[in-house]
């Protein structure tokens, strides 16, 4: 039994998943640098959330990308890092503010210190789409450069299995 590689469409959906992962959680440490928001319990457990929904809406976001290319043909042009850049990281935005808001949400219920006006799930959903728009909007250019990367690395592995044209 020898060791076999990894595919590239799962190295690029982990790949795009740890790097969302890293800059949630250096987004979470800058936006929060008061050293008690991460020391109680409910603190650490919307931090975990946080990096959860971004390592989440990344995966699903690069799995999308990469079934776009390999459903295209090549007539209809070759792909370029920036291109598939841009299919993932629309896709992973567009999706990240409704999994940060049903996270929250789910947080929220499971925390065992309730604010009485947040135990409405609506309400805690609206806080978390908020949330998660600002993270889209101070998000976008880091998570643009970083997942350039990746989808280079993705195109280069998927041109080497596919061989000469």
Do not use: K
């Not at 690029?12 to 992962?21: D, N, P, R, T």
């Amino acid at each position: 039994m020898g060791c076999r590689a990894m595919s590239p469409r799962i190295e690029f959906v982990l790949l795009s998943s740890l790097l969302a992962s890293a800059l949630a959680t250096v987004g979470y440490l800058c936006l929060f640098r008061d050293a008690d928001s991460g020391q109680s319990g409910d603190g650490s457990l919307f931090a975990l959330s946080t990096v959860l929904s971004a390592t989440v809406s990344a995966a699903v976001g690069a799995f999308y990308a990469a079934a776009v290319h390999s459903r295209t043909r090549p007539s209809r042009g070759a792909w370029t890092p920036a291109r598939l850049n841009l299919h993932a990281v629309l896709a992973t935005l567009a999706i990240y503010p409704l999994v940060v808001g049903s996270v929250w949400a789910v947080c929220e219920l499971a925390s065992e210190r309730h604010v009485p006006s947040m135990t409405d799930v609506g309400y805690v959903m609206m806080i978390g789409i908020f949330v998660g728009f600002y993270a889209v909007a101070a998000g976008a250019i880091p998570t643009f450069i970083l997942e350039y990367f990746a989808c280079s690395r993705y195109l280069r592995r998927t041109a080497a299995t596919r061989g000469p044209a």
